[in-house]
Each structure stands twice: as structure tokens, then as C-alpha cells.
T-cell receptor
């Protein structure tokens, strides 16, 4: 019930295309949904995040769509660029045992071809 | 501002050896975490701390120990290294455990 399921595992997109990564969760107690971007040899870095009372959040070419009733959320990368090639993790924050915990999806390896 | 600093970056251990992975942050964050990252498995929480002197187990704590004597430092100890502990280890910190986790650049550990 604390899992966050992420798909696809890998994704290949042509430059200028739209990259879409999907995540689903079961626990309705999750109250914050960040996305992290990780380049090879680096730690994950916060990319964009959304709270469940908002259906969409956009920052530049990156948009999170959130469907609370379906317990799903997705990351859309518009006009994908080779520099976007990285691993993307969705995550969810759970307040449990008196503390906040961050639960990660398994990750999606994105390759944007020129 | 250095953020979260992890040392070493790479290490090879023999089965049964012990070692400490170091993590320090200079952002005065209360929360600190240790994750391990295995291929295709995302990041699994090993241990976390919500302040100096307070630590608790995450999803995969077996074979590891931690301490938090200061706000800045959160070392991870492997007592008897096993091949199953071959992984990339990330330390992270955050102010209140919600937004904006800051991750270190990782330690790649191989146990042979």
C-alpha cells in the first residue's frame, strides 16, 4: 500500500517530441508528489512537485497532471531535448509514525534522440 | 554552499569487511536519509533521522547502522559486508521532510 508504481521502465523519444511518464499509487494518505531527475553519476534532483488538491502544475516544458480519483499522476515533457536524457523518478510523501517519508517509484530511463 | 557531501565516491569491499559511508550537510536541515539504489528498483530507504540523536529504520535496514550525533553528519555503517549490499548509496537531507530533498552524489559500493 506504500508503493508507487511507475511506467514505462524506459522511453525513447525524438527531439521535439512529448515524453510522458506515468505513476500510480494506492495509499490516499500520500499528500505530496514530487518528481526527481537523475543524470548518470549524480544524485536525484527535485524537478517539479504537486499537491493532491491541484490537477495540473506547469514549470517551463515540464507539466504534472494529477488525477486524484484515479490515484494517478504523470509527467509530461514538452519539446523534449537531448539534454533531458536522464532517469526520472516519481515519488510520494507519506506522513507516518510522526514523520514524513518519501517513497520512490522504480524510475524511467528517458533517451531523447536528436 | 556545498549541500550534501558523501565520501567516498567508490569503494570495493571484501565479504565480511566493515566500513562507514560518510555524509555531511551544511544547510542546517533537520531530516537526513540514507537510500540505496539498485538497477531498475528505484531508491529504497535504509535509515532516516529527524534530528540529532534521533534515528529510525526505513524499508531495508538489515545489515546497516547509523548514528546522528550532530545536525550536520549522518554516517552509515556496514558491519559485515555481503554481496547483497553491492549498490549505489545516496544520502539526502531536507528541512522538514516534505519538499525539496537534497541528495549527495552517491557512493558506489561493490562487495566481492
Amino acid at each position: 500500500q506504500q508503493q508507487v508504481k511507475q511506467s514505462p521502465q524506459s522511453l525513447i523519444v525524438q527531439k521535439g517530441g512529448i515524453s510522458i511518464i506515468n505513476c500510480a499509487y494506492e495509499n490516499t494518505a500520500f499528500d505530496y508528489f514530487p518528481w526527481y531527475q537523475q543524470f548518470p553519476g549524480k544524485g536525484p534532483a527535485l524537478l517539479i512537485a504537486i499537491r493532491p488538491d491541484v490537477s495540473e502544475k506547469k514549470e517551463g516544458r515540464f507539466t504534472i497532471s494529477f488525477n486524484k480519483s484515479a490515484k494517478q499522476f504523470s509527467l509530461h515533457i514538452m519539446d523534449s531535448q537531448p539534454g533531458d536524457s536522464a532517469t526520472y523518478f516519481c515519488a510520494a510523501v507519506l506522513f507516518s509514525g510522526g514523520y514524513n517519508k518519501l517513497i520512490f517509484g522504480a524510475g524511467t530511463r528517458l533517451a531523447v534522440h536528436p | 554552499n556545498a549541500g550534501v557531501t558523501q565520501t567516498p565516491k567508490f569503494r570495493i569491499l571484501k565479504i565480511g569487511q566493515s566500513m562507514t559511508l560518510q555524509c555531511t550537510q551544511d544547510m542546517n536541515h533537520n531530516y537526513m536519509y540514507w537510500y540505496r539504489q539498485d538497477p531498475g528498483m528505484g531508491l529504497k530507504l535504509i535509515y532516516y533521522s529527524v534530528g540529532a540523536g534521533i534515528t529510525d529504520k526505513g524499508e531495508v535496514p538489515n545489515g546497516y547502522n547509523v548514528s546522528r550525533s550532530t545536525t550536520e553528519d549522518f554516517p552509515l555503517r556496514l558491519e559485515l559486508a555481503a554481496p547483497s549490499q553491492t549498490s549505489v548509496y545516496f544520502c539526502a537531507s531536507s528541512y522538514q521532510g516534505t519538499e525539496g530533498y537534497t541528495f549527495g552524489s552517491g557512493t558506489r559500493l561493490t562487495v566481492v
